[in-house]
């Protein structure tokens, strides 16, 4: 009963995906109107570190964003964006950098002007970097050392792809960046290639228009770019005080995610269905006490990392969740069966389409694919799921457990076991 | 960097009014004699507000250096009640604003 169904209910129709990609003058345009009573235009600039020239700068540029144009000074948006009751912000991922501006509707032609005047005009003023900047990016590094989890799967990623994906989202804390640096930075940054206008709550025609004129001053083609990524993986272990004890146990793949990964992820993941209960994931059940074991999926356009966050009290409670785990992720790995298999897949297919739900979601899952040409929507996603059997599944899954694993001990180096001692 | 009412933008903006009122300003400002003591206009500027203060600070260490350094001779000319060597005089076409925005970019 419970397998016809869930194999019966196939995603008909994602409502909200965007409805067509719009290349206008070289720069593409997507927008999708769901009569949400906000508005929101996403400036998607193919910038993240990946792409960096000089490591941090990706760093600096974001936290450079909405200061001085030549049309305005930060002190004028900040005011002129207070009177129109909008939101400016910026966030940085391995591949992207977002400029989104959320605002009520009707005030898209002052919102997209700011976010535009950035991207064409923005002074990279000496002074501003100093004064503002500086100190923004010096308390982020500051706040990601309290934070083990994050430490970890930034020292995975150097770990497992060296250069380009491998360097890190922070600027190191004795960086040599100056204001210039970010300039050339952002002036090969921003082309019109390497940049996508989506909108949420706003009519397609309407951005257009409005990115169409300006946006012709900027060149043509981006200068960035990045080699393709391959997977190395090996280990590091950092001292780290104050919080959990951290082991990352990672595996990477380059090359297009797969679907059947998304799928063992999905089958792992110990968050459970209905809060406060402990769910069929087969990590849970042979936890020891105050552990907890996080499933990472990071998919990224050519290669993908795959890994097990497991944060305890304890070098040697970390140790035994690690070994159950590691445990549970190899008898996976060997294949899933009948409900199992569905189980994953139904999972999997869920978080994909919630992702989908939010703006942020929307805009990280579908963002890159408008960028790069190919259908914006979920429904390929959804099919490449569908489409997964137990032979594939067990195939991908079986060559990924028997790659060199990235493995990152973040904590008391002294008492956290090493990638052996967990049955690797 | 404006500190009160000015009509030099529009005066720049005209290309007659500047012809005619350049040479007239050339002669006042030998005349109010800093440009004998090797002083930019924005070194007479008094120090004591926060505005000048925040625009100081942004100065490059390197322009601090020549600030420095323009004070202490002059005050050092000031001091032997004789003006600087000719030669050491600040010629009409390196007058420069360093603490005005435009200059701080």
Do not use: C
């Amino acid at each position: 009963m419970l397998t016809a169904r869930a194999s019966s209910r196939t995603v008909q129709r994602v409502a909200r995906n965007f409805a067509t990609v719009v290349d206008s003058a070289g720069v593409k345009v997507a927008a999708v109107d769901n009569n949400q009573p906000t508005a929101s235009v996403t400036f998607l600039i193919k910038a993240g570190s990946r792409f960096e020239s000089k490591p941090g700068v990706a760093h600096g540029l974001k936290n450079f964003a909405f200061k001085s144009s030549a049309k305005r000074s930060a002190l004028g948006t900040v005011r002129e964006s207070e009177i129109y009751g909008g939101v400016l912000s910026a966030s940085l991922s391995r591949e992207h950098l977002a400029l989104t501006a959320e605002f009520l509707r009707g005030d898209e032609p002052y919102f997209v002007d700011v976010l535009t005047s950035f991207v064409t005009s923005a002074k990279f003023a000496r002074h501003e970097y100093n004064e503002y900047v500086a100190p923004a990016v010096e308390s982020e590094i500051e706040e990601s050392k309290f934070n083990p989890g994050f430490q970890a799967v930034e020292a995975a990623h150097a770990v497992a792809f060296h250069n380009g994906l491998g360097s890190s989202l922070l600027a190191s804390p004795h960086n040599s960046i100056t204001h210039e640096d970010i300039r050339s930075f952002a002036q090969s940054a921003f082309a019109r290639d390497n940049i996508a206008v989506l909108g949420t709550g706003i009519d397609q025609t309407t951005l257009t228009s409005l990115v169409e004129q300006s946006l012709s001053k900027i060149s043509a083609t981006s200068q960035l770019s990045s080699p393709p990524s391959s997977y190395f993986g090996g280990e590091t272990r950092l001292q780290a005080h104050g919080g959990p004890q951290t082991v990352f146990i990672g595996f990477g793949s380059a090359g297009r995610p797969s679907p059947e990964i998304a799928a063992l992820a999905a089958f792992l993941s110990t968050t459970p269905s209905v809060k406060w209960s402990q769910g069929t994931s087969p990590i849970t059940a042979t936890l020891p006490k105050d552990t907890a074991v996080e499933v990472v999926y990071l998919p990224y356009s050519d290669a993908s990392l795959f890994g097990l966050l497991v944060q305890g009290p304890t070098g040697s409670a970390v140790k035994e969740a690690g070994k159950a785990a590691v445990q549970a992720l190899k008898t996976a790995s060997n294949g899933l069966k009948g409900d199992d298999l569905k189980k994953a897949l139904v999972k999997a297919k869920f978080a994909a389409a919630s992702a989908v739900d939010s703006r942020e979601g929307l805009l990280s899952v579908l963002g890159s694919k408008v960028l790069s040409g190919h259908e914006s929507s979920l429904d390929s996603t959804l099919a490449s799921l569908d489409k997964v059997s137990e032979n594939a599944f067990a195939k991908a899954a079986s060559s990924l457990v028997k790659t060199k694993p990235v493995f990152v001990a973040v904590g008391d180096v002294a008492t956290l076991p090493y990638v052996d001692e967990l049955g690797l | 960097m404006p500190l009160g009412f000015t009509l030099a933008p529009k005066v720049l903006a005209s290309k007659t009014l500047t012809s005619w009122i350049t040479p007239v300003a050339h002669w006042y400002a030998n005349l109010a004699g800093y440009r004998r003591y090797g002083l930019k206009y924005d070194d007479l500027v008094i120090e004591e507000y926060e505005d000048v203060q925040k625009a100081l600070n942004r100065l490059t260490p390197r322009e601090q250096y020549d600030r420095a350094f323009r004070m202490k001779r002059a005050s050092h000319a000031s001091v032997l009640h004789n003006v600087l060597p000719k030669e050491e005089w600040t010629k009409p076409e390196e007058v420069s604003n360093p603490l005005s925005p435009a200059d701080q970019m």
